[in-house]
């Protein structure tokens, strides 16, 4: 059971434990055995419902497959539907990758090429005359 793959030793004692002081030593072997009912309960209506289903659509349908995106990929799509709905998704996501590649690319190149040699802007910029310096907080 994938629920109970987080719970240890320490965990399960803290689980009783805490059961034990809300129910009492005396209710809690009732309250396990209810608790165990509307599990097999809740069981026997999923497996129902699954079989009912199955018998109106005509197909086999797991539990797993009540999932809507489940469903649809196995009962509804065709395999060919499904490749034509894929295929233009993957020729987007090539073609952004690769935009997105050749960026990453020029981007590590920019380095490179930028070199710290004067240039006639930084002339420009040393030739004009020092500004005046104002006190903003005087205005």
Same mark, same amino acid.
């Given at each position: 059971?994938?629920?109970?793959?987080?719970?240890?030793?320490?965990?399960?004692?803290?689980?009783?434990?805490?059961?034990?002081?809300?129910?009492?030593?005396?209710?809690?072997?009732?309250?396990?055995?209810?608790?165990?009912?509307?599990?097999?309960?809740?069981?026997?209506?999923?497996?129902?419902?699954?079989?009912?289903?199955?018998?109106?659509?005509?197909?086999?349908?797991?539990?797993?497959?009540?999932?809507?995106?489940?469903?649809?990929?196995?009962?509804?799509?065709?395999?060919?539907?499904?490749?034509?709905?894929?295929?233009?998704?993957?020729?987007?996501?090539?073609?952004?990758?690769?935009?997105?590649?050749?960026?990453?690319?020029?981007? *590590?190149?920019?380095?490179?090429?930028?070199?710290? *040699?004067?240039?006639?802007?930084?002339?420009?910029?040393?030739?004009?005359?020092?500004?005046?310096?104002?006190?903003?907080?005087?205005?």
């Amino acid at each position: 059971m994938p629920f109970l793959e987080n719970i240890n030793s320490w965990k399960l004692l803290v689980l009783f434990l805490i059961a034990v002081f809300i129910f009492g030593p005396d209710k809690l072997p009732k309250a396990i055995a209810d608790g165990v009912r509307m599990l097999r309960n809740l069981r026997d209506m999923a497996r129902n419902a699954t079989g009912d289903l199955s018998r109106e659509l005509g197909t086999d349908i797991q539990l797993e497959d009540l999932n809507p995106k489940t469903f649809i990929r196995k009962h509804v799509l065709s395999e060919s539907d499904e490749e034509a709905l894929r295929r233009p998704l993957e020729q987007l996501y090539k073609g952004v990758k690769d935009d997105v590649q050749s960026l990453a690319s020029e981007v *590590k190149s920019t380095p490179s090429e930028l070199s710290l *040699k004067p240039s006639s802007t930084a002339t420009a910029v040393s030739a004009r005359p020092a500004a005046q310096s104002y006190d903003l907080d005087a205005t």
